[in-house]
């Protein structure tokens, strides 16, 4: 069953469209600036994916479910040929969406992320979260200083606190983290489908471990029309990292 997207827009209409798709803890906030300096060519559409920021909620968090649920926000707004970029989880999200559904779409991009399983994950920050004990949280500075215990990264604690929400009741988190934790193998691996012919362009970080010499026969298989491009001094969030490289190198692929 899918899910209603929250998502925003930005661009004039008359343009192409791209739909952004964000990655694990992340939300369509985290793309704005990026979707800005793409609104001058494209009409950008930043969505939620489900269990995430404004989107709806569900116990089922797999690929196939996030896949199912972007062909529906396709067809319920009516948008024709877009151009996908997803990132991380987004991005196999795209994926899947390619292999299995395969609606038309113009070039696409897939930044820091392969059609493969991983063995790494992110245990150790869903556990930090999920652990966190928001009847006890005055304010924002005490979450961020009970974080700290386990997740010591300053940067990477206030990416995950944008999902700590007040209410009339107290914090809450706005992402669905017993879907989440429920979902770890599904997330971490990837359901392969037939392999897809559209246009795209792996963008990878080069300080990030996520594309690795070793995936590229692996992403040829599995995407033949497919290019590899890497932005040096770039972890695994680019857009936050290096947001003017990528920019300029989605525009010189996109368009």
């Given at each position: 069953?899918t899910?209603p997207?929250?998502?925003?827009?930005?661009?004039?209409?008359?343009?192409?469209?791209?739909?952004?798709?964000h990655?694990?803890?992340?939300?369509?906030s985290?793309?704005?600036?990026?979707?800005?300096?793409?609104?001058s060519?494209?009409?950008?559409?930043?969505?939620?994916i489900?269990?995430?920021?404004?989107?709806?909620?569900?116990?089922?968090?797999?690929?196939?479910?996030?896949?199912?649920?972007?062909?529906?926000?396709?067809?319920?707004?009516?948008?024709d040929r877009?151009?996908?970029?997803?990132?991380?989880m987004?991005g196999?999200?795209v994926m899947?969406?390619?292999q299995?559904?395969?609606?038309?779409?113009?070039?696409?991009?897939?930044?820091?992320?392969?059609?493969v399983?991983?063995?790494?994950?992110?245990?150790?920050?869903?556990?930090?979260?999920?652990?966190?004990?928001l009847?006890?949280?005055?304010?924002?500075?005490?979450?961020d200083?009970?974080?700290?215990?386990?997740?010591?990264e300053?940067?990477?604690?206030?990416?995950l606190?944008?999902?700590?929400?007040?209410?009339?009741?107290?914090?809450a988190?706005?992402i669905?983290l017993?879907?989440?934790?429920?979902?770890?193998?599904?997330?971490?691996?990837?359901?392969?489908?037939?392999p897809?012919?559209?246009e795209?362009?792996?963008i990878?970080?080069?300080?990030s471990?996520y594309?690795?010499?070793?995936?590229?026969?692996?992403?040829?298989?599995?995407?033949?029309?497919?290019?590899?491009r890497?932005i040096?001094?770039?972890?695994?969030?680019?857009?936050?990292?290096?947001?003017?490289?990528?920019?300029e190198?989605?525009?010189g692929?996109?368009?």
């Open positions: 069953m899910v997207l929250n998502f925003s827009s930005s661009g004039d209409s008359s343009n192409p469209p791209v739909i952004v798709l990655g694990l803890f992340g939300s369509s985290n793309w704005r600036s990026v979707a800005g300096q793409l609104s060519r494209f009409q950008v559409f930043c969505v939620d489900r269990n995430h920021g404004r989107s709806g909620w569900s116990d089922s968090m797999g690929y196939l479910d996030m896949a199912r649920d972007l062909a529906a926000f396709i067809a319920e707004n009516r948008i877009p151009r996908l970029i997803g990132h991380s987004g196999k999200a899947a969406y390619l299995h559904h395969g609606g038309p779409v113009g070039r696409s991009a897939i930044i820091d992320i392969a059609p399983a991983y063995s790494h994950d992110h245990d150790h920050l869903i556990n930090a979260l999920n652990g966190l004990d009847g006890r949280i005055a304010s924002r500075d005490e979450a200083r009970a974080l700290s215990v386990k997740i010591p300053p940067p990477l604690r206030q990416f606190l944008q999902n700590l929400v007040r209410r009339s009741d107290g914090f988190w706005r669905n017993d879907a989440i934790s429920g979902s770890r193998a599904e997330l971490f691996g990837y359901p392969e489908g037939r897809s012919n559209a795209l362009l792996f990878r970080g080069g300080k471990d594309i690795q010499p070793q995936h590229f026969d692996e992403i040829a298989r599995q995407f033949p029309h497919s290019s590899i890497s040096e001094d770039a972890g695994h969030w680019v857009h936050a990292e290096k947001p003017r490289e990528l920019v190198m989605l525009l692929f996109l368009d």
